[in-house]
């Protein structure tokens, strides 16, 4: 494998945004009206989560995820892994990630964005914005980078997914881990969703499903989350790269040129 190519395409590769938590109105047409699309009491709960995280100045927590490649021959095998979220707004971000296939460590504080593979000692750093959201837009757009649940640390995190999604449905009160939550399924137009968000203490999200029904063999991507913290502050050293001496430090790549 090209080891440059690792640093960014290694491991990132799952489905990489939880989107398509509120549901949009479906068109009008002369025909009979479908049944509704929206569940109001879907959107209630879902508005409460979005509303809870967007207004906290700082967070972290971590989640346990599963996901589903495909192989040759429409085998499907399953894989884990485990990440660990910082936030500190306006703009200061650190994300964990070890799996069966690999890690990656991103570390953003003071206008720069460090992303580290450790199995290859490789690291890039790259000037970018001072606002996770535009942090975020912008990786995604030019480098072609986007990280698994990063919707959830957005200042609005139902704004974006939004715009895709055309069905939500409540399923009542279902527990993960012990904790009893609120069962909502999703849809947009290519992908099945669900999310468990804590139905009695914070509206927080507990479990998070997606299926890519559109693509060959439907992968599944699940993440469990867990040990949700709001401190008034996170140490100024969470954010800050910590790289071994003998790291390789390589360019970051634009999105073409991480293209297959």
């Not at 890690?103 to 490789?122: A, E, R, V």
């Not at 970018?128 to 919707?151: F, H, N, Y």
Request: hydrophobic residues 45%; glycine residues 6%.
């Amino acid at each position: 494998m090209n080891l440059r190519l690792a640093l960014f395409k290694v491991m990132w590769v799952v489905p990489l945004a939880v989107a398509g938590w509120t549901a949009v109105a479906l068109a009008q047409s002369s025909a009979p009206a479908p049944p509704p699309a929206l569940d109001p009491a879907a959107d209630k709960i879902l508005a409460k989560m979005c509303q809870t995280l967007g207004a906290a100045d700082a967070f972290s927590f971590h989640a346990d995820v599963m996901f589903d490649q495909v192989l040759p021959g429409a085998v499907k095998v399953q894989y884990g892994g485990a990440m660990d979220y910082a936030v500190q707004r306006p703009g200061e971000l650190a994300i964990l990630y070890r799996s069966d296939l690999g890690g990656k460590d991103l570390w953003y504080s003071n206008g720069s964005l460090t992303l580290f593979d450790p199995k290859y000692g490789m690291y890039a750093t790259i000037a970018v914005p001072s606002t996770i959201d535009a942090v975020l837009d912008q990786v995604a757009e030019q480098q072609g980078l986007t990280m698994p649940l990063s919707d959830l640390v957005y200042s609005n995190p139902c704004a974006r997914p939004k715009k895709i999604a055309v069905y939500s449905g409540y399923l009542g009160v279902n527990p993960v881990g012990g904790v009893p939550c609120d069962h909502l399924a999703l849809s947009s137009s290519k992908d099945d969703f669900q999310i468990w968000i804590d139905h009695s203490g914070k509206p927080l999200p507990r479990k998070i499903v997606i299926n890519h029904r559109s693509e060959p063999g439907s992968p599944e991507y699940i993440a469990i989350l867990s040990g949700w913290k709001f401190p008034k502050e996170i140490a100024a050293s969470r954010f800050r790269p910590q790289l071994p001496k003998d790291a390789k430090q390589i360019a970051f790549m634009k999105a073409e040129e991480a293209k297959p």
